[in-house]
């Protein structure tokens, strides 16, 4: 069983920037392609960026130029660097990790549907 926990999250102004990283355990996470996503209150979760085992990187459009997506195999942890944030990138972000076979990209990383594990969030919240 895949155990993740996210951490990193809190408070900044608008065009700060925040590093939340995902401790993976209980399995090798380089087995693993993983995920960051996000979901404000009344919204629905959305997929924020991924990377797959093979350490090919996907991000939404929102976030494009901004975010960051990065692993780090041997301390077992994901990391989402965020800068230039605005008040619409506050909410839940939860890592999670999903096992595929093959490499190369596919539409479904951005899709929390294709998820299998998830990690209890970190709260962003951008002040303008």
């Known amino acids: 069983q895949v155990q993740l926990v996210e951490s990193g999250g809190g408070s900044v102004q608008a065009g700060g920037s925040l590093r939340l990283s995902c401790e993976v355990s209980r399995v090798s996470s380089s087995r693993y392609s993983l995920g960051w996503f996000r979901q404000a209150p009344g919204k629905e979760r959305e997929g924020v960026a991924a990377?797959?085992?093979?350490?090919?990187?996907g991000y939404a459009d929102s976030v494009k130029g901004r975010f960051t997506i990065s692993r780090d195999n041997a301390k077992n942890t994901l990391y989402l660097q965020m800068n230039s944030l605005s008040p619409e990138d506050s909410g839940m972000y939860y890592c999670a990790a999903l096992w595929r076979a093959g490499g190369g990209w596919y539409g479904g990383y951005l899709r929390p549907a294709a998820y299998t594990y998830w990690g209890q969030g970190t709260q962003v919240t951008v002040s303008s």
């Open positions: 990377i797959t085992r093979d350490d090919i990187t």
